[in-house]
């Protein structure tokens, strides 16, 4: 079992930044590949990024690729999400997700463990 916890979100006007972070307790953090998914009002959830449980390596969605960077820190139990050229469309509910089985995948099906979600709020 292990707990997530997002913090980091909020308002931000377009082409603004905001760091996400989701931390983790219960069972060993870094035996979980980990991933983050944002979910718009109306929309279904969706993949933005993953991670393996090194760190060594990640996978990002197109809509993201080369504006977020995902990565981990396995000592303080805790995987991020810098958010850099934020768009409106980013507007959503954030949330990380962890993964006892599959390693950087995309599919919301494949992880196990969920936080609550926080909020981004990108204002045109």
Same mark, same amino acid.
């Not at 082409?15 to 931390?23: D, K, Q, V």
């Given at each position: 079992?292990?707990? +997530? ?14 760091? +996400?972070?989701?931390?983790? !307790? ?7 590949? $980990? ?6 009002? /109306? ?11 090194? /760190? ?5 969605? =197109?809509?993201? %690729?080369?504006?977020?960077?995902? !990565?981990?820190?396995?000592? %303080? ?5 810098? $958010?850099?050229?934020? %768009? ?21 099906? =494949? &992880? =196990? &463990? ?11």
């Amino acid at each position: 079992q292990v707990q +997530l916890v997002e913090s980091g979100g909020g308002l931000v006007p377009a082409g603004g930044s905001l760091r +996400l972070s989701c931390a983790a !307790s219960g069972r060993t953090f870094s035996s979980y590949a $980990m991933g983050w998914f944002r979910q718009a009002s /109306g929309k279904e959830r969706e993949f933005v990024a993953s991670i393996i449980r090194s /760190g060594g390596s990640s996978r990002y969605a =197109d809509s993201v %690729k080369g504006r977020f960077t995902i !990565s981990r820190d396995n000592a %303080k139990n805790t995987v991020y999400l810098q $958010m850099n050229s934020l %768009k409106p469309e980013d507007t959503a509910v954030y949330y990380c997700a962890a993964s006892a089985y599959y390693s950087r995948t995309s599919s919301p099906y =494949d &992880y =196990d &463990y969920w936080g609550q979600g926080t909020q981004v709020t990108v204002a045109s």
